[in-house]
């Protein structure tokens, strides 16, 4: 899984808690609003059952006043139409009721009459189930249906006006209605300051659109029917404002998760997401351009992009550089391979010419010393002097031919290093030399082992050694042979009291064939310091040359410790 | 010298081959010499019935067509001639040159002079050889 899709899921999980705690917000707001709510339809009940005791209030007092009175007991017997004009039928006008009933106590219906508007209706009797309930408990409130509508009735027994305590056995039943007719709701809606509706059905409480609560109030029959609900609808503002806020406080905390989350997600792109992908691409590419996109980066990525840039700068180089040291090596190793094969047949060329030039040279003194021997009695001296001349360049010659092929053996045939008891050796090389008895040598005591190929060594002794017997013009020949520990390498030294050279001569001394003496008058081939010289540098040493006309001469040399 | 047994010089040069002549014939060495110029021509002579073999060859190392080294090897492992003796005569002063001769089985190593004073020092030294060491016959 990606990083950025695991940041991604991270971010969602936050946005999934901050949207249920915005539920959980929500959920404390709707308990608060239904504890609201629930006191508000508390008290618009209360409101409504205060407002229709109120109105009932009258005409139950009314009823009850009536039903302790002599003329009423009076009017029972006689069914005097004045008096019942004059005292019932004022009841419609002064009290707005709708109808009244008397009976006697054997439900001989005295007086019933029942109007709607100032008309008189068709009358309905009240039901005779009613009697004996009204007879027991002296009151009764219900409410019945008729084509007129629903009638709110009171009923009370009749008794004499001196038992108002209502004692005495019932003399009659008196009712009083009130038709619940469009007036009386009119009257209610003042008083209440809602909506008033007659509904045969209850409808809920709480009405989500319109913000207004509505609270009923059952119609009882006298045998516990409900004919239907008066209902009381009001608005209020609070409820719109709650409603509004958290409306707007949804809204807003969505927003505001939205916004959150949106921002982050940007965030992350721009900060994280752009950056870490130009690192990627450059990485992946790295082309000059998607490079050039890492300077662009900023705060922590501006870091590593100058980090990458410099990793790529040091690749470059290191490229560069390789590619510089490939074609060097290339170069080399052609140069070595040429200087190799040149170096080979350069050996095998003087090896060979070398070689081939000593047969006819011999040839040349043999025959010369025959011509010598055999016709020495027709040779007169001149003739013979020069075939002697003749026979000495010839052994001259020969010299220069051994030289070469000596000086070219140097590398051309390989030694096996071993190990070399100098004191043995030096003693060895000084023998072969055999100085003349006017020599006095001294070789440093305790001279070390070496590692070295036996007869190149043995050359290079005996050649310094020899140079040192062969030019020294003193009585009394001094040579000294002196060893020196320089750390890693040994210093050899030859010196003696020869006639020493100038400093101008330290180089052509080394140079092949190079000699200080006329040939005549030393016979010489030049040939043994540089093949000395040649010997030590194979074997990674130095050589030089400390002289000074008159001073003697000293050759200093270096063999390594270790080969 | 070993009485009537012939010499045979194997030498491409034929100044060499007189040199070597003419010391013997100072030496008073009067064996027959037979001179072939090459390690071949000196096979076919030894292979040839008709010729007697020789008392010992003198044998040059530088050679056109077949050289010492290669007549060596070939002559070493014939059974009829590798007992003769073989004398190196040859300018070569060259230590390989040496160690192969002789692990070939030769008798002497012999590098020729310029001087002919000393090249007749130096034959002088084979025909004492010859003459003082018992060999096979």
Known sequence: MRTQHKLLISLLITALMLFSGFLFILKIQKQQNDILLNSGIEQQNSILKTAIDAKSDLVYRTVYDYTYWDALIEYMKTSDKLWANDNLSTLFTSFHVNGVWLYTLELKPVFLEVREDSLNTKPFDIPKNIFPILYKNKYIRFYISSPEGIYEIFGATVHPSDDEARNTPPRGYFFMGKLLNNSYLGEMEKLTGGTITLTPKRTTAVNDDSNSITTSYPLKSWDNNTLGWIELSREYDSITVFKKLSGISTISLIGLALVILINFVIAFSLLVNIPLKRISQALLTKSSEDRLRLKTLKSEFKKIGLLIESYFEQQEALEIEIDVRKKTEAQKEKLIAELDSANRELKDFAYIVSHDLKAPLRAIGSISQWIHTDYSDKLDEDGKMQLDLLLSRVHRMQNLIEGVLSYSRVTRVKEENEEIDLNKLVGEAIEMVAPPDNFVINVDRDLPNVTFGPTRLLQVFENLVSNAVKYNDKETGEITIHCTDRGNEWAFSVSDNGPGIEEKYFEKIFQIFQTLRARDEFESTGIGLTIVKKIIENNGGTIHVDSAPGKGTTFTFTILKLI | ?137
Request: charged share 30%; with cysteine; aromatic share 6%.
């Open chain 2, 1 to 137: 010298m070993i009485k009537n047994k012939t010499i045979l010089l194997v030498e491409d040069d034929m100044i060499d081959a007189m040199t070597v002549k003419r010391a013997l014939k100072e030496l008073n060495v009067i064996n027959p010499v037979d001179t072939v110029e090459n390690g071949e021509e000196a096979l076919e002579f030894l292979r040839d019935s008709k010729n007697e073999l020789p008392g010992i060859i003198l044998l040059d190392l530088n050679m056109p067509r077949m050289n010492g080294i290669e007549f060596l090897g070939i002559a070493k492992k014939d059974e009829k001639l590798k007992h003769i003796p073989v004398i190196i005569l040859t300018t070569s002063l060259e230590e390989i040159d040496r160690i192969d001769t002789f692990s070939l089985g030769v008798a002497g190593y012999m590098v020729k002079p310029v001087d002919y004073k000393q090249f007749v020092e130096v034959i002088k030294a084979i025909k004492l050889y010859w003459s003082l060491s018992e060999l096979p016959c």
